[in-house]
């Protein structure tokens, strides 16, 4: 027998495993997902009761929440102010570290627009960077390489009048230095694996910490706290308000797509996860049970957006209008359409802030 023949059979081995698994996904998966969710339509307080399960359901599959021991509370937040020398400026800036559980905060830039009258409380959005993205850049505080996509959206919002809280996330910052020998998220998601956790639900958890901290604050209007993000910040932004109901209006901008497709199907449109590093991507059973349509159905009937590029080379926008149309399909049979919105602009993997933008002033304030 030759090497090539044992090549040969090797390949033939994997072919027909991954051909098998494809199988289950397309055939089993769609079934398993319309068993799996009982939904009842007959108006919003009964909706919100049936897809309540779901939500538990998806914390889990995520990788589950710190358990309360772990968790730490009534820790008050440490504060730093951040000096504004430029005059430009019409927000002031604080770095604040919010205890998230034992040994962990979430950092994050607050803005706050001056002048806010005494008394008066102001709607508040949670911006999210993405993928090589920092809250001193999503903040328009620091000129980093790379984060040009962000278009400072979170000074924006605080020029447009809002309380904003920028937090950060895990990307790859220290497998690009060369610090870790795998992108960042993937080494934090073994550890996590390790102890019978997986990361990305307890990095939603640290979010939360946001909304809890922005609810205290006497300048925000605690029942008008929204988010928004792009890409890895548009993944943050769809599964937090999925998983916490007090986030009252959402943005998800160059994330939410045809889950299946994004994970599993190579396309000349858009990169699957399947064909990359991104091993946190991947849950067991994730398919079996939500698509991107069925994690906004847990967001409504709060409002939602959509926003993404036709030439954005991450999410190819057919497959994303798609997917929005199923899910705006919630809302509809609420009679609710008009707090879905679809977000189209003619960029690439950019914020873009027009509709999506008069969405957040429609819903928060």
Same mark, same amino acid.
């Given at each position: ?22 199988? !289950? ?20 307080? %009964?909706?919100? $009761?049936? *897809?309540?399960?779901? +939500?538990?359901?998806?914390?889990? !599959? ?24 430029d005059r430009q400026y019409h927000f002031t800036a604080k770095r604040v570290w919010l205890p998230a559980w034992k040994g962990v905060d979430t950092y994050g830039i607050l803005l706050e627009p001056r002048g806010i009258p005494t008394g008066e409380r102001r709607p508040a959005v949670i911006a999210q960077h993405g993928y090589g ?16 996509? /962000? $278009? ?15 937090? =950060?996330?895990?990307?790859?910052? !220290?497998? +690009? ?7 960042? +998220?993937?080494? =934090? ?14 990095e939603l958890f640290k979010i939360t910490r946001v909304v809890d901290f922005l609810q205290t604050l006497p300048n925000v209007r605690a029942d008008r706290v929204g988010i928004m993000g792009i890409s890895q910040g548009g993944l943050t932004a769809l599964l937090t308000a999925a998983m916490d109901e007090r986030i009252a209006a ?21 990169? %699957? ?5 991104? %091993? ?6 994730? /398919? /079996? %049970? ?7 159905? /847990? ?6 957006? #959509?926003? #993404?590029? +036709?030439?954005?080379? #991450?999410?190819?926008?057919?497959? #994303? ?12 049979? !609420? ?15 950019? *914020? ?14």
């Amino acid at each position: 027998m030759t090497p090539d023949e044992a090549h040969k059979h090797y390949e033939e081995q994997f072919r027909q495993m991954e051909a098998y698994f494809q199988r !289950l996904i397309e055939q089993r998966a769609p079934a398993a997902r319309a068993a799996a969710w009982r939904r009842d339509y007959s108006g919003v307080d %009964a909706y919100r $009761r049936s *897809v309540a399960p779901m +939500r538990e359901r998806f914390i889990e !599959l995520m990788g589950g929440w710190p358990p309360t021991e772990e968790r730490v509370t009534g820790v008050p937040p440490r504060i730093e102010p951040v000096e504004m020398t430029d005059r430009q400026y019409h927000f002031t800036a604080k770095r604040v570290w919010l205890p998230a559980w034992k040994g962990v905060d979430t950092y994050g830039i607050l803005l706050e627009p001056r002048g806010i009258p005494t008394g008066e409380r102001r709607p508040a959005v949670i911006a999210q960077h993405g993928y090589g993205g920092f809250p001193e850049a999503t903040c328009g505080l620091a000129e980093i390489s790379g984060t040009d996509y /962000l $278009r400072v959206f979170g000074r924006t919002l605080a020029e447009r009048g809002y309380v904003v809280f920028a937090p =950060l996330v895990m990307h790859s910052d !220290l497998n +690009r230095l060369k610090k870790l020998p795998v992108i960042d +998220r993937t080494w =934090l998601d073994r550890l996590a694996m390790m102890v019978g956790c997986q990361f990305q639900a307890w990095e939603l958890f640290k979010i939360t910490r946001v909304v809890d901290f922005l609810q205290t604050l006497p300048n925000v209007r605690a029942d008008r706290v929204g988010i928004m993000g792009i890409s890895q910040g548009g993944l943050t932004a769809l599964l937090t308000a999925a998983m916490d109901e007090r986030i009252a209006a959402c943005v998800s901008s160059g994330y939410f797509n045809n889950r299946t497709h994004k994970m599993v199907k190579p396309s000349p449109h858009y990169t %699957a996860y399947i064909g990359t590093t991104e %091993a946190d991507k991947f849950f067991r059973g994730h /398919l /079996l %049970a939500f698509e991107d349509a069925d994690v906004a159905s /847990l967001i409504c009937p709060r409002p939602f957006c #959509v926003e #993404v590029g +036709r030439k954005d080379p #991450v999410t190819w926008w057919p497959d #994303v209008q798609g997917e929005f149309e199923r899910a705006r399909a919630h809302w509809a049979k !609420l009679g609710l359409a008009e707090r879905t919105t679809w977000a189209l602009h003619e960029q690439e993997h950019v *914020v873009d802030g027009v509709e999506s933008f008069r969405f957040l002033d429609r819903w928060l304030k």
